[in-house]
């Protein structure tokens, strides 16, 4: 079957330039570079100090009808350059997409709303802006006034909208088009949770109706719920393409230089001291078994192996989590273990710490470990990004975010004891 | 599928102004926006429309007085200023608006995709409704002044034609470079200011074409202007015979102005595929 969207070697080249901290050139300095290339011959010396960097390189692949397929990457990767490009906005330099059937890109929620227009004034320019015609926009408009649940304030200016409701008449116009391919990008972490809810549910639609949907997203968890399909992107070039969960275990692997075990026993040199080195450390589950993905609910087991080199130190364990954003999550030091504090003989040590199930947000973890001395303070090693992992969460109903399906911030995500008593 | 869109870097639109045409929805809405947005909150509303070209038509009547200007004879001093004012504030706006549009709409340019030219175009939309509300004014002086308008009356769209045609193309060049070079921003004001006095609109044409003392050369220089086409045909319209149309300064003015529209397009087509990245 022939694709909906064939991307084929598509490039982006950008000119950086660094002798101006103004963005845009102005006569003043076009004058004073051409006077600098007539004087510059005599001294020989070129001026130009733009450089090239390519935001997109050499990107190819394939998008099938209904198909709902992730970009992720890090900032920087591509992705919105990627958007840009597919939805017309701004001309790859080289390269060649071929698209069957029509488009509609959602860069941002609201384009175009001006804040003295009434909700009914907006809604018809927003949909021309969107693509949508006005008889189109007629013929939807009491849905698109329902869905938003703004039918009270329709001619009210948006400026004294709250933001919610901006946001919802916003999206729920944008819910209305009827493209073969849908382009977005994050638009969906806005707005109060029972419209999300009905946005995405929205979405889910569109795409079960045989239309494609293109979604960009930093979030993992809103990736792996939305989309059946994912794309990695590295450096403007595309290092995986396929089931959202092997590529987004690619994404820690690549991006983060980890995976769910890590081991220096054959290396010549070892993190470590005269005393202490680290030989391998693995995150598992509850039988041992070094994996990846973590479903929420579930204990994750971190094992540490080092070799104690000399007799009689004494010395604890020590454990740091960080998320994806580089947050540094927890810090934990092994203040339980019996032998911590006592002289250690010559040998090889396991170390084994658990995380429970309900404590860790969804998203990739990153792990960093050490081997310290509390009193006099002492670090024999301390390494950072040793191996990582994935958190995912079902929405079974068994986590703290129960049935809520959206964006659910925070860096960890404890399953608390609660209590309401009636007064 | 009945839809295919191939984007590859240096495309020649070959339906470009197929697309334009497709688009024509979003060129009424955002003309119609500009309309309805401009004197919201505005107590007077869309009497400001009449307000502003009324008090520069007023201010020109006592200059005039005072100044003791010849009227051509049996033509009212009000309605001989009009000529001149109403299509110089056309131009001056629509000039003006257009080649600021893609900046203020610079929000639109970087999020959808749509024809560029629909947005310096339909600012044009909205000078030209400013237009025809001031033409009211002067049909207002006609009436009170129980001024007849002559044959030639007809004629004033193709001079409208004409004034559209400048404004547009000098307006969507200006525009595209301000999309790179800022400066624009600050030189358009000026050629308003400067085109208001080098403009037959504070004085006559005729002055111009039957003074002795102003060399041949110079005269031509005057009616490369392509304004001077404009207010001059918009007299010989309204007044009738009671100024004269200098035809080879008229012919002129209107190669300028297709002149000026074709390499408006030509420019903006040029560059119009870099403004989101540089915008």
Known sequence: MEPVIKIENVGKKYFLSHHTKDKYLTLRDMISDGMKAIFGKQQGKSTNLSEEFWALKDVSFEIHKGDRIGIIGRNGAGKSTLLKILSRITEPTTGKITINGNIASLLEVGTGFHPELSGRENIFLNGAILGMSKTEIESKFDEIVAFAEIERFLDTPVKRYSSGMYVRLAFSIAAHLEPDILIIDEVLAVGDATFQKKCLGKIEEVSGHGRTVLFVSHNMETVTRLCNKAGLLKAGSVQAVGNTEDVINTYMRSDFGTTARRSWATDAKKPGDETVNLLEVRVHDKDFKTEETYDITRPVGISMDYEVLNDGDVFTHSFNFFNEQGINIFNVHDTVSEIRNKPRSKGIYTTTMWIPGNMLAEGIVIVGVAIIKIEPFKIYFHEMDVVSFNVTDEIRGDSARGHYVLGFPGAVRPLLQWQTIKK | ?279
Request: with cysteine.
């Open chain 2, 1 to 279: 599928m009945e839809n295919r869109i191939i984007i590859e870097p240096g495309a020649k639109r070959k339906n470009y102004w197929w697309d334009l045409w497709n688009f024509r929805g979003l060129f009424y809405f955002l003309a119609w926006r500009d309309v309805i947005v401009r004197y919201k909150q505005a107590v007077i509303g869309i009497a400001w429309s009449v307000v502003k070209p009324l008090l520069t038509i007023i201010i020109f009547i006592v200059l005039g007085k005072l100044l003791h200007t010849a009227t051509p004879p049996g033509v009212p001093r009000a309605i001989l200023v009009c000529t001149a004012i109403l299509p110089w504030q056309f131009f001056s706006t629509a000039f003006s608006e257009s080649s600021n549009s893609l900046l203020a709409n610079s929000n639109l340019l970087t999020k959808v995709y749509f024809p560029r030219l629909i947005v310096p175009a339909s600012t044009i939309i909205v000078s030209l409704i400013d237009f025809l509300t001031s033409l009211g004014i002067l049909f207002l002086f006609m009436i009170y002044y129980r001024y007849m308008p002559g044959w030639n009356l007809i004629l004033l769209p193709v001079f409208l034609l004409q004034a559209t045609m400048i404004s547009m193309g000098a307006g969507i060049y200006i525009a595209a470079l301000n999309v790179k070079y800022r400066d624009f921003k600050f030189l358009v004001p000026f050629i308003v200011q400067f085109g208001l006095y080098i403009s037959p609109v504070a004085f006559s044409s005729d002055y111009v074409y039957q003074s002795v003392k102003i060399p041949e050369a110079v005269k031509y220089i005057y009616s490369l202007n392509p304004m001077v086409g404009v207010i001059d045909g918009f007299r010989w319209c309204i007044l009738g015979g009671k100024t004269n149309l200098y035809l080879p300064g008229f012919l002129l003015s209107i190669v300028v102005c297709i002149l000026s529209l074709i390499l408006g397009i030509w420019y903006f087509r040029k560059v119009e595929k870099s403004f989101a990245d540089v915008i």
